[in-house]
């Protein structure tokens, strides 16, 4: 099998250990490595309080290269106080002497818990570990993938190929996420690898839309971490000529990425906690792209809702209900809902529907709800999933 | 025992009876009648989708005075059409008819599934019924108090008696709701009778002020209903000196109505579906009284957050998280957050608390938390319950 996960793209390398910091002995420290030094983009959580990681990440992205990102789970070193703030330029300073660049060319991020320390000896013998073990094949990448997972049941991995000119782009990604996520920078650890050769603020930009229509449009809880970080590096060693304007070269590029992205959130949604299928809502007619938006996340978002769809339930009444107390512009006469491609209710009244047919549609892995609003052309959509006992027991059980 | 039903305050009678709407056969229409006609007040739900009775009774919110209200369950007559309009005419008409008034005169509520006609065979018999079974015993207020009723686990009442000069002036309210409840006209039936004497604006004053500071600040599931009604009626019997402006009289009912409201809501939370025990967040410091309002209302609302309260975990990292994607004004450095008295957070730091004294808290049957957000001098508060595996169990198995 040829490789898939991280280390795919040319120039990079990757390792994952378990250094302690998860009482169960999992994996919690992963290293991902440039040698050559990667043209760097990233998203931040707009979360008002923001990990210790998250602070350091974002003064780092000034550097013109990036080096290395060095990530733990199990801790998310949020809420921690000068303490947090000093442990997480430790990890940035420790990867770098390893590495022999500059602190400053390093990024770190963390997931877990919030409001308690690192314990800095497991997570400094866990970046030296880390530092011996990397390597360029699938398994590192593997174990990168691995080493981020908190409350994951699954590994999240996802795999592009392009070909720009006569050169073959690789594009990879590994994501992390079950619980809290809410959009406006989707709630993850999102890492995402290429060896494309681009300029940094068209990478910037390529990253911003892939996750404006993907991890911004997915909700499970509707909230933000304070840890929240995407990361794209982009080694520039696929040979493929330099992209420095929004040409078709840009485009291709960035569709392959916004796939990619698109990818990881269907997984990432499937994942989710408790969650046990996904569906996506589909908002046109609005009088503005925001009523889109807020009467799609108002569907996704709505307790009541998800619960029907755990309960396979083609109860139209609660996305009505939920569409109606959005706060948005709406003909109550020309309102219509469509299962799939089976109208529930047309132009404000119940259609004579085959409910067989409705609860086949429900029942499925995923399935698409279109609303009309019926008042203008604007159009969104959110991805979501569904609400079940198990994610109560998870969140629940959860302790600190 | 004294009365301390709706039937209490002198001028009304009810009736409360099973005409079949809900294939449980439990009781499922009531009426509340004031033969003198009583000053009324209403608030009504902002969800843009509303239902047949709400169109109606804001219609005949313009008599100068309501002789009945006839409330149905198990049916919401929601998104029904032209005919579920004239059904819910039809409710009032019969009304009406058996009480020699006009159909104006009368107001509708529903309540229960979305989007089915009502069996109007079955309600005509149930208004003929219950028209029959008119009493002012505390039997008949209790009857009609459990007709309301749907996934409701228990029957809520309140009842409070103030002095005005030499007259006794009683309040008595019921109120349904368990899901669906959320802010701005807070999801529910809520029928208060009262035999104050008092003008119609200050009536409405009245209700509307203690509806803000009770039902709308209560939060389960974060939606509004399209049924959500609340009715004032005075029947002006308890020969108290008219109230026609807001002096000390006004304020003393004002005060007792918001208590009364209060208690409401209090029981309706406590039964929410699946809900084991409730809290209140309050927050101050806020740059302005919509900061508090949002800042609080995040929390209340924030699944994560309310599945600690479930697991008796005294996760404070989750209200901090909360509050920060709030999108409100806050100081990082002066954030401060206790549990009932007990400070878990200060000063932007985690506290040194005592874990065992925090879980005693946590699992109260009601505890408060309180945020700081360091910037102002604005505060408000909002009322939360627990999120449990029951609560999806309810609304999983709630079939249409």
């Given at each position: 099998m040829s490789n898939d996960s991280?280390?795919?793209?040319?120039?990079f390398s990757a390792a994952g250990v378990a250094c302690g910091i998860k009482v169960s002995g999992k994996a919690d420290l992963g290293l991902l490595v440039c040698p050559g030094g990667a043209t760097a983009a990233a998203v931040f959580t707009t979360n008002k309080i923001v990990s210790a990681a998250v602070q350091v990440s974002r003064e780092h992205m000034s550097s013109r290269k990036v080096h290395a990102v060095v990530v733990n789970s199990g801790n998310a070193n949020a809420c921690t106080g000068t303490k947090g703030l000093a442990d997480a330029k430790k990890m940035c300073g420790l990867t770098a002497r390893h590495l022999g660049v500059?602190?400053?060319?390093v990024l770190v991020a963390s997931t877990g818990i919030i409001g308690h320390q690192l314990p800095m000896d497991k997570v400094t013998a866990g970046i030296n570990e880390a530092a011996q073990r990397l390597s360029d094949s699938q398994e590192a990448g593997l174990a990168f993938a691995q080493a981020?997972?908190?409350?994951?049941?699954r590994c999240k991995q996802a795999y592009r190929e392009i070909k720009l000119s006569r050169a073959t782009v690789k594009i990879a990604g590994t994501v992390k996420g079950a619980g809290m996520i809410g959009p406006n920078m989707a709630t993850t650890l999102l890492f995402i690898t290429t060896d494309v050769t681009i300029s940094k603020p068209l990478l910037g930009r390529a990253l911003k839309d892939a996750v404006g229509s993907s991890l911004n449009r997915l909700t499970v809880d509707g909230h933000q971490s304070t840890n929240d970080t995407a990361i794209l590096l982009a080694s520039g060693m696929a040979g493929n000529p330099r992209i420095t304007s929004r040409s078709g070269q840009y485009g291709k590029f960035a569709k392959a990425l916004t796939d990619l992205c698109t990818d990881l959130v269907r997984q990432m949604a499937l994942d989710a906690?408790?969650?046990?299928r996904i569906f996506k809502v589909v908002v046109k007619g609005a009088a503005t792209k925001a009523d889109a938006t807020r009467a799609a996340r108002a569907v996704a978002d709505y307790p009541l809702f998800k619960c029907a769809v755990h309960g396979r339930d083609p109860n139209w009444g609660r996305i009505i209900c939920a569409v109606g107390s959005a706060g948005v512009k709406l003909n109550p006469e020309k309102l219509s809902c469509r299962l799939d491609n089976l109208y529930v209710f047309r132009n404000g009244t119940p259609t004579k529907f085959d409910v067989k047919e409705a609860s086949r549609i429900v029942s499925q892995q995923e399935h698409t709800i279109s609303i009309d609003?019926?008042?203008?052309r604007s159009r969104d959509f959110y991805y979501g999933c569904d609400l079940t006992a198990e994610y109560v027991r998870i969140n629940a059980d959860y302790h600190t």
């Open positions: 991280i280390t795919a793209p040319q120039g500059e602190p400053g060319e981020i997972m908190t409350t994951d049941t906690e408790g969650a046990t609003l019926g008042v203008g």
